[in-house]
């Protein structure tokens, strides 16, 4: 998991999905909310339909084929806005965050900036 958790924002990824991941502690949402979740990164945008939620917190999986275009958005701006629902969009500052999403995409196994896909960003 990566993410902005000031802002609310987290990337979760297993063997099987990636999610986006936005959490707001003043929400108090009902069970099996429809919606979805707005993300734009620069020229980028998606629009991703929630798929679960918590009383405070949605998240919608990202499709695999999305999430190289997405990244290389994040590497290149300096923020991102994220729109959930009818709620005000939350800009997210990216300063910073290509070394940690570097790492995520190194554990989650995606194609990432590495000179070597799957290698160790660190070293």
Known sequence: MVGNFGKGLAFRADSETIELRMMDKK???PADIQGSIVVSVGAWKATLEIDSNTSNLV???IERDALGPMFAA???A???TVTVG???P???SLA???RATDAFRTCAGINSNSKTP???PFE
Do not use: H
């Open 27 to 29: 929400w108090s949402l």
């Open 59 to 61: 998240a919608a999986v």
């Open 74 to 76: 994040m590497d290149k």
């Open 78 to 80: 300096s923020s991102m």
């Open 86 to 88: 009818k709620a005000p």
């Open 90 to 92: 939350t800009v997210i």
């Open 96 to 98: 910073g965050s290509t």
């Open 118 to 120: 799957g290698s160790n």
